[in-house]
Every structure is written in structure tokens, then in C-alpha cells.
């Protein structure tokens, strides 16, 4: 009645079910109630039960299997808890009759409502006060804290966090004041206490719970945080060594400066998994069905997702510590030759003589053949090497020569350690000639570039020599030899275009 539970009615009486028990007994109350009586409530024994009786009217009847024993209920009990509910519902159901009650409640309702927006209006007001004065007072804090002419703390971002605290502590006061509201203007009105009501037991019962457990889980949020302090204190410990190591100092063999960092993040990242597993059976809700989907769900996408990823980052960590290739190596890959500029977890990037950068999966380039033209030198740089085919009218000590003489005119090219020429094949009718050499330009200049150089002036001298550079499948030997002579070097255009050049340029004084 009125949103109120009178009484549970558990058995059927008399081949009526429970149900149409407790819909005969709302009947028969409303009917005893619209005839005006005083609505006394008593109870009476008869040989089935308990009868609640009306104004001395039959209202229903309890029986025992109405009790549950299971929570120790004795129907006498539960008669009187009965009688006491129904007492209070039909003093409602008379408040609810009554004009004059209804008149007085809707007045201090009103008046509650307009109390409680003046208030909401005054807290809005004095939020956008506050938070002003706040950021102001912040943002010359803020000012005053420099360090070398510059400050430690940026007031834009300092003004806007001041806002969203107050702005957030604003919005909570006012909806702890709508909700006492709400509860106050239906606990006035009979129909709707029984909803107030709730509202008010719901809340001191939701804090109570709250409050029950959070210090039911302080001692295992205590263990849990000292795991995460002793892992924190790991990775402190450890975080000089490999400090030592990335500036070259490090005293441990294996770890030079280019493992220092994938092996400080390979060490932070087991500590910390090895601090969460340790850790979570003590977080709070770690047994929920909430926490159990979230680790079902993370599995699920680590099983379909993660089979590549994992593939990629091991074949990062093969690159790194077997020092395939490093930093600042000129390398060969496949098709794509260049300087290793990045060497990731699951990507190495190289920069190419065009300029060009390009990012490979390292699991590219554990399957393929990769020539590194920088790990044999003497020092910094990387190596040449190319290729040329003379015939056998020859002397192969000129060619040697030629090829030493064109590897020193190149820019770029060290003299030490000395240019040197091998001859790799003696085939069916040339001799194959193999300049190999080492180059390390003053300015950083890509390889293609100083091999360019380098072929430039391989033409060169053997033109000046009069040596064909050509690898003839013949049936007989040219008259002459295929040779350009020096005066056809430049061609007309590229004459007149040097000469004019020359001509335009300015006279150095003297």
C-alpha cells in the first residue's frame, strides 16, 4: 500500500495461491478503509493462524508457512511487523485524503524549491568568482617560480586546471544538494515518502558500504603499493648502470652504448609485469566478473593481434644484440642501400643516397642477405668497392694502377687505409678488376654520391690512357681502340656554356 511492503505472503490457504491472497487482502483493506472508520489495526489468533484485523474487520490472514525459518521468523512476529506496516499505510492513505496536509506539504515544498535554487544560483555565481580568483592567484605563483629566466610551470594549462577543479567541485555540491532535495519534497507527500525514504536509506547505505570496503582493503592496498615501490626502487638501482653505458663508460662487457637503451627498457617493462602480476590479487575487485572479463578480453586480443607484433619485436632484439647493423652503418638490404639511420623494436629506417627514407620490418631484414659496408673499416666511414672488365691486351699492373690513381683523385676517399685492386675472375675474354677502398667525406655526403665521383674519374684516366674500358664477345680485334680522345670530352654546348662562365665571373683583385 502506498509503495510499502505489509506483509509477504509465502503459502497458498485454502486452494488460494499466494498471489490472490495478497490481492483479496488490498481489497479487502480498501474497502474497510472507504467506509470512514478510524482504521485501528490488531491482531487475533484463530486455529490456522494469525488474523490482522480493521476496525475489528477481517483484513487477510497469516498462516505459518507465511514465516521463513530459514531466517529464524516466528509468526507471531511477523504478525505484529504486519500489523505495524499496515498501521503506518493506512495513516498514509488518511494523509493522502486529507487537503489541509496536502495544502501544507506542497507549500513547504515550494518553498524548499526556492531556497534551493537561490542556492544553486548562489554556489554558480561564486564558482565563476572562485575560479578566477584561483587561477589569478596560481598564475602569479606560477610566475614567481623560475629557473634561469624561465618558468618552471606554464600558467595557460595552471588557469585552465584551476578552473576544472573548482568547476568539478561546483557540479558535485550541487548534485548532493538536488539529491537531498529531491529526498526532502517526497518524504512531505504520503504517496511518494516511502520512495524518500529509500532514497535516504540508499545513500547511508551506499557510504556505509563504501566505507566498509575501502578499510577492508587497505591492508591489501598496502601490500599491493609496497610491490610497486620495490619494483620502482629496481628500476632506480639499475638506472645508473645503464646511464654509464649510453655515455660509453659502462664497466659490464656485453652492454655497450648501443644496447643501453633497448636493454633499459627490456628490464623496466619485465620489472613492471613482474610487479603487476605480483599485485593484483591484492587490488580491489581483482576477483570480480568485471576484472575477469577484462583479462579475458585482453587475452583475446593479444592471442588475434599479437602474433605479428611479438614476431617483429623479436626480430628487433635479434638485430640489436647480435649487432647486425648499428646506427650511422652504411648497409645493403635487398635492392635498398643506405645509411642506418633508427634501429627500433619493429622497424629499422635507412636514409638513401637520394634522400629518401625508408622504413623496413625487421622481420624483413632477418630474412635477407644484408651487406654492411661499415664494419670492416678502420674507423668511421664505409667501404667502396666497384667492378670493371678489360680485356686481356691489357697489362693488368696498368689497370691496377689506373684504378688506385681515379680511387685517389676522389673526394671522400682516405689514403689510408690505400686503395686496393683485386682480380676476382679470369674469364673467357677479359680479366674482372675489383677496386676496393675506404671513404669517409668531411661533410656527411651519401655513398651514391662519392661512387659517382669515384666512376667519373675511372673514365677519365682510362681515357687519358687510350685503355678501352669495354669487355669484347668478338670474333676479331677493332683497328682502333674504343677509346675518347680528351679534346671530345666536352662537347661544343658544354664549351661555350664553361666559357661564358669564366667571362661573367668577377676579377679577383689584387
Not at 92 to 100: F, G, L, V
Request: aromatic share 8%; glycine share 8%.
Amino acid at each position: 500500500m502506498l509503495h510499502r511492503k505489509v506483509a509477504l505472503l509465502r503459502a497458498p490457504f485454502l486452494g488460494v495461491s499466494p498471489a490472490d491472497r495478497a490481492s483479496r487482502a488490498e481489497e479487502a483493506i480498501d474497502v474497510l478503509l472507504d467506509k470512514g472508520g478510524p482504521g485501528r489495526v490488531s491482531v487475533r489468533d484463530v486455529p490456522q493462524g494469525k488474523v490482522v484485523m480493521v476496525d475489528d474487520a477481517l483484513a487477510f490472514v497469516l498462516i505459518p508457512e507465511d514465516a521463513d525459518p530459514t531466517r529464524g521468523e516466528d509468526l507471531g512476529a511477523v504478525a505484529q511487523n504486519a500489523a505495524t506496516a499496515l498501521s503506518r499505510s493506512i495513516e498514509e492513505t488518511q494523509e493522502a485524503r486529507d487537503k489541509k496536509r496536502l495544502m501544507h506539504a506542497s507549500g513547504f515544498s515550494l518553498l524548499a524549491t526556492m531556497l534551493f535554487g537561490l542556492v544553486l544560483w548562489g554556489i554558480w555565481r561564486l564558482r565563476q568568482r572562485l575560479a578566477s580568483h584561483t587561477a589569478n592567484l596560481l598564475e602569479t605563483k606560477a610566475a614567481a617560480m623560475q629557473a634561469g629566466g624561465l618558468s618552471l610551470l606554464n600558467p595557460g594549462r595552471l588557469r585552465g586546471a584551476a578552473r576544472w577543479a573548482v568547476g568539478a567541485v561546483a557540479w558535485l555540491v550541487m548534485a548532493i544538494l538536488t539529491y537531498q532535495w529531491l529526498q526532502y519534497v517526497l518524504t512531505r507527500f504520503a504517496y511518494t515518502r516511502a520512495w524518500g525514504e529509500k532514497m535516504g536509506s540508499f545513500l547511508t547505505d551506499a557510504s556505509g558500504k563504501i566505507a566498509v570496503g575501502v578499510l577492508g582493503s587497505l591492508p591489501d592496498l598496502l601490500v599491493a603499493l609496497l610491490v610497486f615501490l620495490l619494483a620502482r626502487g629496481a628500476t632506480a638501482i639499475a638506472r645508473p648502470i645503464f646511464d654509464r653505458a649510453e655515455r660509453g663508460w659502462s664497466t659490464v662487457p656485453w652492454l655497450d652504448r648501443d644496447l643501453a637503451v633497448p636493454t633499459r627498457r627490456i628490464f623496466n617493462a619485465a620489472v613492471w609485469l613482474f610487479a603487476i602480476a605480483m599485485a593484483y590479487p591484492y587490488l580491489p575487485g581483482a576477483n570480480s566478473e568485471a576484472f575477469k572479463g577484462i583479462s579475458v578480453l585482453v587475452g583475446l586480443m593479444l592471442t588475434l593481434g599479437g602474433s605479428s607484433l611479438v614476431g617483429q619485436g623479436a626480430s628487433g632484439l635479434l638485430l640489436m644484440y647480435s649487432r647486425t647493423i648499428r646506427v650511422g652503418e652504411f648497409v645493403r638490404i635487398n635492392d635498398q642501400e643506405g645509411t642506418v639511420t633508427e634501429l627500433g623494436t619493429f622497424t629499422t629506417k635507412i636514409r638513401t643516397g637520394l634522400g629518401e627514407e625508408i622504413s623496413m620490418p625487421n622481420s624483413l631484414i632477418m630474412g635477407s642477405v644484408t651487406k654492411n659496408y661499415s664494419r670492416t673499416v678502420h674507423g668511421p666511414g664505409y667501404i667502396l668497392d666497384t667492378v670493371m672488365t678489360i680485356g686481356y691486351d691489357t697489362p693488368w699492373r696498368q689497370v691496377e694502377a689506373m684504378m688506385v690513381e681515379a680511387a685517389r683523385r676522389t673526394e671522400g676517399v682516405l689514403a689510408s687505409p690505400e686503395p686496393k685492386v683485386f682480380k676476382t675472375a679470369l674469364s673467357d675474354f677479359y680479366v674482372e678488376y675489383r677496386l676496393v677502398c675506404q671513404a669517409i667525406p668531411q661533410e656527411p655526403r651519401p655513398r651514391a654520391e662519392v661512387m659517382q665521383l669515384l666512376h667519373s674519374h675511372l673514365l677519365d684516366i682510362f681515357n687519358e690512357q687510350g685503355v678501352q674500358i669495354m669487355s669484347p664477345h668478338y670474333f676479331g680485334d677493332p683497328q682502333q681502340a674504343k677509346v675518347v680522345p680528351r679534346e671530345h670530352w666536352w662537347p661544343e654546348t658544354t664549351r661555350r656554356a664553361e666559357e661564358q662562365a669564366q667571362r661573367e665571373s668577377p676579377v679577383p683583385l689584387t
